[in-house]
């Protein structure tokens, strides 16, 4: 088996979910290359932080507090860059004109300036493999979704609706953090830091949006700083956005509705997708992460079938296929459609391959065009 070495810069939340997906890689018993995380690096090396890594990772062999000095360690083949997204512009093109291989995650730049910078190194590097995070796909019902999608049984698409709810920003009293900063954050608020996860599987699918009209909420307005005092809030609370989409195959063009709430009553952490045709319907939502409801024409009669997906994902696992997938089960499966992709020059299949710079580019045109319209109150052209 092969073996890939990875420095991961910015060892926060998701450097920690990868280097947990990368200590269970033999529950993918088919894969034929593995990571092995060397280098870590942290602006601020927080001892809880590195002492977690080091305690946990026995392969790691650098700790910096210098992005540069991972990017220039030869034992380093790729880097994982999960860092706030005012610095994805700086250290991604470091890492790609330093020649190692990226996963940044999402927004891939804070604004579409940034973004159109990281595309340019893209194109200047075509030797470097490039992608972005996003894991919902890789629940077994979306991968079934997909499936329904590549195979046109959905017929002429009525209606798509696509969206990330979750609670975390309910609580008033919640300390200020850098996603609620504009200079941090970028001026797409939650839409900047959710939206790519939404727009994954629509832009897959050639379903491009051709112009918006979008809502912002600047719900909870100021917070607590954590040190006394009450600050203001800018980034954007909640995104509700309504495309007229094209689909880039048959030329239709259907209302897609995109939303990425922080605050939305009811929901801990909800991403859902619902797909509407003239032959089928289908729909699932992380809130019942085996439930997948499919709706067929036959005869005349509309009845919602549900379906228990169970462990049926595009990377084979050795968990039975009765079981449920969880959170850290779909980032293992996207993390392997990384490194498969990387090895083998293809993703396993169209709907098991990890975001792209040119998806994440028109997931910028449209964040862009989203934050015009709410400006103008109007429908602007993507």
Request: hydrophobic content about 40%; some cysteine; glycine content about 8%.
């Amino acid at each position: 088996m092969e073996t890939i070495r990875f420095g991961i810069i910015g060892i926060g939340m998701m450097g920690r979910e990868f280097a947990s997906a990368a200590a269970r890689w033999c529950h993918l018993p088919d894969m034929d290359i593995r990571p092995e995380i060397v280098s870590i690096c942290s602006k601020t090396l927080a001892e809880q932080n590195v002492a977690w890594y080091t305690g946990n990772i026995p392969s790691i062999r650098q700790i910096t507090g210098d992005y540069r000095e991972v990017i220039a360690n030869p034992d380093v083949d790729v880097v994982f860059c999960a860092v706030p997204h005012h610095l994805h512009e700086k250290m991604y093109r470091a890492v790609i004109e330093g020649g190692k291989h990226l996963m940044g995650e999402k927004p891939f730049g804070i604004d579409k300036k940034a973004n159109d910078s990281i595309l340019s190194a893209v194109s200047e590097h075509p030797d470097v493999f490039v992608r972005c995070t996003s894991h919902f796909p890789f629940y077994p019902a979306v991968q079934k979704i997909c499936g329904m999608i590549g195979e046109q049984a959905f017929g002429t698409i009525i209606e798509v609706e696509a969206g990330f709810l979750h609670s975390s920003d309910l609580d008033p009293s919640k300390p200020i953090n850098w996603k609620r900063m504009n200079e941090y954050n970028g001026e797409y608020g939650s839409l900047g830091d959710l939206g790519m996860h939404v727009c994954h599987v629509p832009f897959r699918a050639g379903w491009i949006p051709q112009n918006v009209r979008a809502i912002f909420s600047n719900i909870i307005a100021e917070r607590p700083d954590g040190k006394g005092n009450v600050v203001p809030c800018e980034t954007w609370d909640n995104a509700t956005l309504f495309c007229e989409t094209a689909d880039m195959k048959s030329g239709d063009v259907f209302p897609m509705t995109v939303k990425t709430h922080r605050i939305a009553p009811g929901e801990m952490n909800s991403w859902y997708l619902s797909v509407y045709g003239t032959k089928a319907s289908a729909r699932f939502s992380t809130k019942n992460p085996k439930l997948l409801q499919v709706l067929d024409y036959n005869g005349g009669v509309q009845s919602w079938q549900h379906i228990d997906t169970g462990q049926g994902t595009a990377f084979k696992t050795i968990s039975g296929g009765i079981f449920t997938l969880s959170f850290s089960d779909a980032m293992l499966q996207m993390w392997a459609a990384f490194l498969y992709e990387l090895k083998h020059g293809v993703p396993l299949k169209k709907f098991a391959g990890c975001v792209t710079p040119q998806e994440t580019a028109l997931s910028h045109k449209l964040f862009t065009a989203a934050l015009e319209s709410h400006e103008k109150k109007a429908v602007v052209s993507v």
